[in-house]
């Protein structure tokens, strides 16, 4: 298969539209449209996965963060990001970034680190904005199984733990054909009633086209009638961060126990223990310190995250059991994640996932 059909595989799961506007993510240096000889995964792509890569004799490396951030205005390997550059064009590697697109993503690295902590009733933290938009069409009622079904496939219909969901009524459409128009029923210049299905559906704003595509494909209209409406409702699925439940409630000291075992963690930092048992849980991989305060109004007894601010711990003793656990310690499982992404779609492709640990922090 082509490089190409892997990242829109990935793309499918964790679409560009969900990162945040600071990001980066997606394709970063190279062309799709060849071969895949296998898939490099890795949580950074540095000198060491650059070299990975080519003894592998692989040419695509799918990274978590971003090898090129900002812009540059020269590339002369004055630092590792210049030097993996002209490494990765020297030998025909292909580099590709899944970054908070992925966090975002339903099932993504945050819902990852809900399953390594055995968490249920998982939803987003901070569910998006402005994501969800509403299609309304008519179709003659013996074709309505069939654009429904189309529409589905396109991605509509799906709310929380449910999908195919849709509104359908049926009424009374009118329509005369004029000259020049080749009408499915009816004649030219003739007024002509149908009974119709109205379908109603809501689907992700990155999905638009996906979904005006199937529905001139299925619709058996010439010209289709259909609106497309904004919505205010929020996807409870995706966003940031996320909050879910442990199933057995544990002692705050014997969770934090816990987290340090599952994720390795060499230093883990809390800001005070009270005694309590842990049962609503919050998570942000990362630097998640900006969902501190969503995480407290949540009612969430804990939350996780890889980096906070020394100032950032002031203040929350009564409200929250602040843990943090490492950047990279947080987020060293979504290279599995990409795996599973990557085997399910490409069982025959070699997928390795790095050996390289990138973190750049010690301990001692």
Do not use: W
């Amino acid at each position: 298969m082509k490089i190409k059909e892997i990242i829109c595989a990935l793309e499918r799961f964790a679409p560009l539209p969900l990162q945040d506007g600071f990001d980066n993510a997606g394709l970063q240096i190279g062309l799709t449209d060849v071969e895949t000889t296998g898939a490099l995964l890795c949580l950074d792509v540095t000198e060491s996965i650059i070299d990975e890569a080519i003894d592998l004799g692989y040419n695509l490396v799918v990274s978590h963060h971003p090898l090129i951030f900002k812009g540059l205005k020269s590339i002369t390997g004055s630092d590792y990001v210049e030097r993996c550059i002209i490494k990765a064009i020297k030998h025909d590697i292909v580099i590709y970034a899944a970054h908070t697109n992925l966090d975002n993503a339903y099932g993504g690295v945050n819902y990852k680190i809900a399953e390594i902590l055995g968490l249920t009733d998982v939803k987003a933290l901070v569910p998006k904005d402005d994501i969800l938009f509403k299609i309304v069409t008519y179709v003659p009622k013996m074709h309505a199984e069939k654009l429904r079904t189309a529409l589905f496939e396109a991605g509509c219909g799906n709310i929380g733990n449910y999908d195919k969901c849709s509104f359908n009524q049926v009424g009374e459409g009118t329509f005369r054909a004029l000259d020049g128009a080749n009408p499915f029923v009816g004649k030219i210049d003739e007024l002509h009633s149908e009974e119709e299905v109205k379908i109603e559906t809501i689907f992700p704003s990155y999905k638009k086209s996906d979904v005006i595509k199937a529905l001139f494909s299925s619709h058996p209209y010439e010209e289709p009638a259909f609106d497309i409406y904004s919505l205010q409702n929020n996807s409870s699925r995706i966003g940031s961060g996320i909050i879910g439940t442990l199933t057995n409630p544990i002692k705050d000291i014997d969770f934090l126990n816990v987290i340090k075992e599952k994720f390795n963690v060499g230093c883990l930092k809390y800001n005070q223990l009270s005694d309590k048992k842990i049962s609503r849980v919050a998570v942000c991989g990362g630097s998640g310190a900006f969902l501190l305060q969503n995480a407290i109004k949540s009612g969430a007894d804990v939350f996780i995250t890889g980096e906070y601010k020394y100032h950032d711990y002031f203040g929350h003793e009564n409200d929250i059991l602040m843990t943090e656990i490492g950047h990279y310690e947080s987020e060293q499982y979504t290279s599995n994640l990409l795996y599973s992404l990557i085997h399910e779609s490409f069982a025959d492709l070699s997928i390795k996932i790095s050996s390289v640990n990138t973190n750049p922090i010690k301990y001692i």
